[in-house]
């Protein structure tokens, strides 16, 4: 005889919450240590709305037929030879970029979901983290099958894994999610389910993939459709998790407020790098980082989210307004720090040519032309001299963000901005006001910060010389670091589309 | 504020000026050229003189600007006060202390 078939909601109750059941043995604050020192009250777990409604039967299931249509379009482009018709070699930084900064934070969400997977009281919000934990593993391995074809025909992406520990630019990424997993649940959610795939989401993820689409990368481009309906579920967690418990206690607003305030700046600070990717390492742009600024933070967020969280009487993030002054030099501050650092960067570095230098004074009409191109036209004549521009040192770094003191004083684009605190007798630095208030909210947990810089001074990172170092980045001096022009990327590059010759082969 | 945490949260700071021996950090910007992105950072001996620092520190990594002229720099500052080294003062004397900085103009 044949059995009724449950509904999805109906199974979706009886295997998650229905499993549940409350300690009698044990109090619960034992088998829950984590959700109450932190100071945020939730006086009822199952108001908590599953953005999820899945079994993992039927995740397994689905997710798998989603994972194999992406690897049969990964395939075919590397069987061929796909990445012969990108735009230029010079967008293949932008995936050195992704793959060593953002795959290893997949990977650290991973094994963060996984633990709030366990220790959430509620089972809808446990269910949410595990579902969410395996989405973060899913999409650590298909970033790393993505982008490995390339590793065959392009530098700097032979130890990605390696690099995010060690190399100077990637503890921005690496030390900006260890802030957040070393916080407690509820702060960790608030940081990376709210700030990062929420409110700060379209700002990381866009640049990347329409980067992809609009410079023939279709690997990578399938790659982020694939991921699509998965970050569109976490971004709905996230602002599930910001109104559960927002909902939950008065009490929690304050401290959710502060949380908001500081990731926001975290998180910020973080985009600095996708900033000068988007205008910088992409040989066909997609629009500039102040138009994805103005359109995916001053308009979806500012105007379309913060007027709703105002109800539970929250305000936009402090600090907002020094980034939207910023929108007009951020990406390009940024971008000069790598180009006279490239040289212990597993990417290369060039100075624009002169048509996306218009399309620069274009999009920056206010700032263009009067600071950056003197600067870059600068950088092109020593280059053309034979002196290409180094930064022949090691740079001041901010204590909270870890990116070099690039930064410059509000509305004041010519005059680099450093802010001091000064905790147990001991001076720290910073970028920003924004990057202090981090800090001196709470100096006990930044004053352990693993700069770079100071590291090497110290003799941690292989020796104190730059060869030493860069040996023990595992970046092959020549070959992934430095100017772009004299690199083997671009001398490759230009071998795999000489013309060919009637009769020759291509070697 | 301080942090909230389920044990007794102390630990010492990873740069502390101990870590660096008789040396310290020293940072050093160039104000008003853009073309250094951020000030530098350097490894320096407490005992060295200021003389000595200015000459075999900054002034091989401020010729990184091919235009760097050695006797240009001036409107020196230590930590935001205006500051003018005398014969044979040591950057301990100096009062920069441990990650503080000097900014020079040209």
């Known amino acids: 005889m044949a059995r009724a078939k449950l509904s999805m909601r109906e199974r979706y109750r009886l295997l998650t919450r229905d499993l549940d059941w409350e300690p009698t043995y044990v109090e619960p604050e034992k088998v829950y240590p984590y959700t109450r020192y932190e100071g945020i009250k939730i006086h009822d777990w199952d108001a908590w709305e599953d953005p999820f409604r899945l079994t993992v039967d039927s995740y397994a299931k689905y997710q798998a037929e989603k994972d194999k249509k992406l690897y049969a379009v990964v395939?075919?482009?590397?069987?061929?030879?796909?990445?012969?018709?990108?735009?230029?070699?010079?967008?293949?930084?932008?995936?050195?970029?992704?793959?060593?900064?953002?795959?290893?934070?997949?990977?650290?969400?991973?094994?963060?979901?996984?633990?709030?997977?366990?220790y959430l009281d509620g089972p809808g919000a446990r269910f949410a983290a595990l579902c969410q934990s395996i989405d973060e593993l899913r999409h650590t391995q298909t970033e790393i099958h993505t982008i490995s074809q390339y590793n065959k025909y392009y530098g700097g992406l032979h130890n990605f894994s390696q690099?995010?520990?060690?190399?100077?630019?990637?503890?921005?990424?690496?030390s900006f999610f260890e802030d957040g997993i070393s916080a407690g649940p509820f702060e960790f959610l608030t940081a990376i389910s709210f700030s990062f795939e929420y409110f700060l989401t379209?700002?990381?993820?866009?640049?990347?993939?329409?980067?992809?689409?609009?410079?023939?990368?279709?690997?990578?481009?399938?790659?982020?459709?694939?991921?699509?309906?998965?970050?569109?579920?976490?971004?709905?967690?996230?602002?599930?998790?910001?109104?559960?418990?927002?909902?939950?206690?008065?009490?929690?607003?304050?401290?959710?407020?502060?949380?908001?305030?500081?990731?926001?700046?975290?998180?910020?600070?973080?985009?600095?790098?996708?900033?000068?990717?988007?205008?910088?390492?992409?040989?066909?742009?997609?629009?500039?980082?102040?138009e994805s600024f103005e359109l995916y933070l001053e308009q979806q967020m500012l105007e379309g989210l913060f007027p709703?969280?105002?109800?539970?009487?929250?305000?936009?993030?402090?600090?907002?307004?020094?980034?939207?002054?910023?929108?007009?030099?951020?990406?390009?501050?940024?971008?000069?720090?790598?180009?006279?650092?490239?040289?212990?960067?597993?990417?290369?570095?060039?100075?624009?040519?002169?048509?996306?230098?218009?399309?620069?004074?274009?999009?920056?009409?206010?700032?263009?032309?009067?600071?950056?191109?003197?600067?870059?036209?600068?950088?092109?004549?020593?280059?053309?001299?034979?002196?290409?521009f180094f930064f022949q040192g090691l740079p001041m770094l901010c204590q909270t963000c870890q990116i070099p003191m690039g930064f410059t004083e509000p509305g004041d684009p010519t005059t680099l901005c450093v802010r001091t605190s000064e905790y147990r007798g001991e001076r720290f630095n910073f970028c920003s006001d924004g990057c202090k208030w981090i800090f001196d909210r709470e100096p006990e947990k930044y004053v352990q910060a693993w700069l770079p810089v100071h590291q090497i001074y110290q003799g941690n990172c292989g020796g104190t010389s730059i060869p030493e170092v860069l040996e023990w980045y595992g970046i092959q001096d020549g070959v992934d670091n430095g100017e772009y022009l004299t690199s083997p990327d671009k001398a490759n590059w230009d071998k795999w589309h000489a013309p060919s010759v009637v009769g020759g082969g291509v070697s | 504020m301080t942090v909230k945490a389920l044990y007794d949260y102390d630990y010492?700071?990873?740069?502390?000026?101990?870590?660096?021996?008789?040396?310290?950090?020293?940072?050093?910007?160039?104000?008003?050229?853009?073309?250094?992105?951020?000030?530098?950072?350097?490894?320096?001996?407490?005992?060295m003189s200021f003389a000595d620092f200015k000459s075999q520190m900054i002034d091989s990594w401020a010729a990184s600007d091919p235009d760097y002229d050695p006797s240009t720099p001036r409107d020196w500052q230590v930590n935001g006060k205006p500051f003018s080294a005398t014969d044979g003062m040591s950057l301990e004397e100096s009062g920069v202390g441990h990650k503080g900085l000097f900014v020079f103009r040209t």
């Open chain 1, 75 to 118: 395939e075919g482009f590397a069987q061929g030879q796909g990445h012969l018709s990108l735009s230029d070699a010079r967008y293949v930084n932008s995936l050195k970029l992704f793959l060593c900064g953002v795959t290893p934070l997949e990977y650290a969400a991973h094994r963060h979901f996984g633990f709030l997977a366990r």
């Open chain 1, 163 to 174: 690099m995010h520990d060690r190399v100077w630019y990637l503890s921005v990424p690496k």
């Open chain 1, 202 to 290: 379209n700002l990381l993820f866009v640049p990347f993939m329409s980067g992809a689409s609009f410079n023939g990368d279709l690997a990578t481009m399938t790659f982020g459709f694939s991921a699509q309906s998965d970050e569109s579920r976490h971004m709905t967690l996230g602002l599930e998790v910001i109104k559960f418990m927002l909902e939950q206690d008065e009490g929690n607003v304050p401290i959710i407020q502060d949380w908001i305030d500081k990731w926001f700046w975290r998180g910020y600070r973080l985009l600095s790098l996708v900033a000068s990717m988007m205008d910088y390492m992409l040989p066909k742009k997609i629009m500039s980082w102040k």
């Open chain 1, 308 to 388: 709703d969280l105002e109800y539970y009487g929250i305000r936009p993030p402090r600090h907002v307004q020094q980034a939207i002054t910023e929108k007009d030099y951020m990406s390009h501050q940024v971008a000069w720090i790598l180009y006279q650092f490239s040289f212990a960067a597993n990417f290369n570095a060039t100075v624009p040519p002169k048509e996306e230098m218009d399309w620069m004074s274009q999009a920056y009409p206010d700032t263009f032309d009067r600071h950056y191109r003197p600067l870059w036209e600068r950088a092109r004549s020593l280059q053309e001299q034979g002196k290409r």
């Open chain 2, 12 to 47: 010492p700071s990873k740069d502390r000026q101990e870590n660096f021996g008789d040396d310290l950090l020293v940072n050093v910007m160039w104000a008003n050229n853009m073309m250094f992105c951020a000030p530098a950072c350097f490894r320096a001996p407490k005992a």
